[in-house]
Nanobody, 124 residues
């Protein structure tokens, strides 16, 4: 049965860095699109980053572009989100998600599998 497990969240100060990991047990992980989303308190789910199966194509939300980097290690069935220069507005529960080939990578509706989320809190 497919499942995703995120880890690496925590409490940090503004300007610090964190690296989130998502260990995936999904069929054909190396060809799966992987995404990171987040949900801040009282807000809806927000797209953060996406990466194609090969790892050669990535997309980012404007709010994190230049600060966050998504990557994957297909040998380890793991996707990462390196978060630098963190801001208080980055505080949220972060979720990873998996899907077969998709075009609307920014929409949570196209992803088939989701992790349970990991909390990231950035203090000012």
């Amino acid at each position: 049965q497919e499942h995703l497990v995120e880890s690496g969240g925590g409490l940090v100060q503004a300007g610090d860095s964190l690296r989130l990991s998502c260990a995936a047990s999904v069929r054909a992980f190396s060809s799966s699109d992987m995404g990171w989303f987040r949900q801040a308190p009282g807000k809806g789910l927000e797209f953060v980053a996406h990466i194609r199966g090969s790892g050669g194509i990535t997309h980012y939300a404007d709010s994190v572009k230049g600060r966050f980097t998504i990557s994957r290690d297909n040998a380890k069935n793991t996707v990462y989100l390196q978060m630098n220069s963190l801001k208080p507005e980055d505080t949220a529960v972060y979720y990873c998600a998996a899907a077969n080939f998709i075009t609307s990578y920014y929409s949570e509706k196209v992803y088939d599998y989701w992790g349970q989320g990991t909390q990231v809190t950035v203090s000012s």
